[in-house]
């Protein structure tokens, strides 16, 4: 499948979906829609993903199967400026894929144009139906589950489950992540968006995916905010218990000491930090924070690898930046 992708004033920093698409995803990505860097390539920004033209608007973009919508918000709610590019999508019989929280199909406009025009459209949020509370038994299965966990939202815990995914796959394990989010979905084509889901239902969510998992000999849950995050933590909680996890990933951004767009509230300090994890996930399984990843985006090589270091020895764990440095074989060993 070949696709477009809506990133508009927000790649990459903005742009999860986006770029998580562009490095782990096997679709085809023909165009990013972005008014604010039309002109430019994705390799402009971003070196180590998949590349390709950065035009103005989906009146510009190439033939394509699909638009992906590859922002989320804060609320994930439709912006009124990206309507004409997912209009013009459907009348090309484009099918368009969204993470919102405003559903598409919920749109009389959309559903008008995508029956006229032969398109489908796709609300990766919308959870299934016959959802039921946590039964507390995905600790049961015989795979190893990871979660991952992060001081903060966006701190590369969906980067961080795929780059595992596929050290351990490299190593010769048969290793799954289990997507919580739009963005896994999108990459991976199946799971559940747990924030979309209804609280009592959650933690029996994750349960559900890990236990249609565990075939494999690893499952990465994708984790999603974070236990001190004001606005978010009840997501992380319903995450960590329905995985029942062997173990814990700590993701953090070199730099960040507050919650990002609640700067008012600090992070704590990474010690209490792991201590609240690991107290919080012992009623239903006992785990420990054993690696840590850090997303070092910002800094130059030099200042990364130090970076690295000193999160390795606050931690207790090893720990790398798994875009710049992969998983190497001491982080993976700690992890599996």
């Not at 747990?194 to 990465?220: C, N, T």
Request: net charge negative; hydrophobic share 45%; aromatic share 4%.
């Amino acid at each position: 499948m070949a696709i477009a992708i809506l990133t508009h004033d927000a790649f990459p920093d903005r742009a999860k979906t986006a770029v998580g698409l562009l490095r782990y995803g096997d679709r085809e990505v023909r165009a990013l829609i972005d008014r604010e860097r039309a002109g430019q390539r994705v390799h402009d920004t971003l070196p180590d993903v998949q590349d390709a033209p950065i035009v103005a608007s989906m009146a510009d973009a190439p033939d394509v199967d699909a638009l992906v919508i590859g922002i989320s918000p804060i609320g994930g709610e439709l912006d009124e400026s990206w309507r004409e590019d997912v209009r013009t999508a459907l009348e090309r019989g484009c099918d368009v894929y969204s993470g919102l929280h405003d559903f598409l199909a919920d749109d009389e406009e959309f559903v008008h144009l995508a029956e006229k025009h032969d398109a489908e459209l796709h609300d990766l949020r919308k959870p299934p139906d016959d959802l039921t509370v946590a039964a507390g038994t995905a600790g049961d299965v015989d795979a190893t589950v990871i979660t991952t966990v992060g001081t903060d939202c966006s701190t590369g815990k969906m980067t961080a489950s795929f780059e595992i995914r596929d050290a351990a796959r490299e190593r010769g394990l048969d290793a799954a992540v289990i997507p919580t989010g739009q963005t896994g979905i999108a990459i991976t084509g199946w799971g559940i968006v747990i924030d979309r889901v209804i609280a009592d239902y959650a933690a029996g969510a994750v349960e559900r995916l890990v236990e249609e998992a565990q075939a494999a000999d690893l499952l990465v849950v994708e984790g999603q905010g974070a236990l001190a995050h004001p606005a978010y933590s009840g997501v992380t909680t319903s995450i960590l218990h329905g995985s029942a996890p062997d173990a814990l990933v700590m993701c953090h951004e070199a730099g960040r000491e507050a919650i990002h767009g609640y700067e008012s509230f600090d992070i704590p300090p990474l010690s209490e930090y792991v201590d609240i994890y690991e107290r919080l996930a012992a009623p239903v399984a006992d785990a420990s924070v054993v690696a840590g990843m850090l997303n070092t985006r910002h800094l130059d090589d030099d200042t990364a690898a130090e970076a690295v270091t000193e999160y390795s020895d606050a931690l207790g764990a090893p720990a790398t930046d798994p875009v710049r440095h992969g998983v190497p074989d001491e982080v993976l060993d700690a992890i599996v």
